[in-house]
Nanobody, 122 residues
């Protein structure tokens, strides 16, 4: 179900930064960011999961460059992206309503947004 809205995408040069945000009626505490580039599979970028406490996941390709965080007083999820590379170019989507088990699998979430485009030029 499309119950979220992303914002903050745009075009930047390599080495630049962007911050994405996500909010909407589908917002929950266990959420994630996925991305998909043309001709490539959708992949998990980062996730925050609340089993008994907060845990985070980062894809190897973005670890130490991207940071996922929440402001639950505003029901908003963020993805801070630094040192952007051309290979980061993709449509970025947020998801919520985690149904447990594998946080890197898109179908394990109940809600999603239409996505926001990030384009990084060399």
């Amino acid at each position: 179900q499309e119950q979220l809205v992303e914002s903050g995408g745009g075009s930047v040069q390599a080495g630049g930064s962007l911050t994405l945000s996500c909010s909407g009626s589908g917002y929950t505490y266990s959420m994630a960011w996925f991305r998909q580039a043309p001709g490539k599979d959708r992949e998990a970028v980062a996730a925050i999961i609340w089993p008994g406490g907060r845990t985070t996941y980062y894809a190897d390709a973005v670890r130490d460059r991207f940071t996922i965080h929440q402001d639950n007083t505003k029901n908003t999820l963020y993805l801070q992206m630094n040192s952007l590379k051309p290979e980061d170019t993709a449509m970025y989507s947020c998801v919520a309503g985690y149904k447990d088990h594998s946080c890197t699998i898109f179908r394990n979430y109940r809600y999603w947004g239409p996505g926001t485009q990030v384009t990084v030029s060399s």
